[in-house]
């Protein structure tokens, strides 16, 4: 940790899905998660906008979207993939929309997931 990424993130990766009709629950769960890196200092910010609703009701709150910077040299570029969960330090999950990586290291685009 560091003054600008005070925060630590564990990064998983779902199980992909092979089942699905009549058989038993395919879809996600934590338990089938794989872990891809652990201990990762990052910084967390909110975004001011967030995704709305697809029901369109007027009193539905958007679903919060977050900025996760990870410094270069802590994961190196193609490690997260767009799908990829990321946990942080006090069990706070998001999903991540749209890992961007430049010189800087990582940018991911994520969204705040339910536990």
Same mark, same amino acid.
């Given at each position: 940790m560091t003054f600008l990424h005070p925060r630590t993130i564990a990064v998983h990766r779902p199980a992909t899905q092979?089942?699905?009709?009549r058989l038993p629950y395919g879809g996600q769960t934590q338990a &089938? @998660?794989?872990e891809v890196a652990c201990g990762i200092p990052a &910084?967390?910010?909110e975004r001011k906008e967030g995704s709305q609703n697809p029901t369109g009701i007027p009193s539905d709150v958007k679903? =919060? &979207?977050?900025?996760i910077f990870i410094p270069r040299g802590k994961l190196a570029n193609g490690t997260v993939r767009s799908g990829d969960i990321v946990i942080d330090e006090l069990g706070a999950r998001y999903q991540v929309q749209? =890992?961007?990586w430049? &010189?800087?290291g990582y940018r991911l685009t994520a969204m705040s997931? @339910?536990?």
């Open positions: 092979a089942t699905g009709g &089938s @998660e794989t &910084s967390i910010q679903v =919060p &979207s977050h900025y749209a =890992p961007y430049d &010189s800087l997931l @339910e536990a």
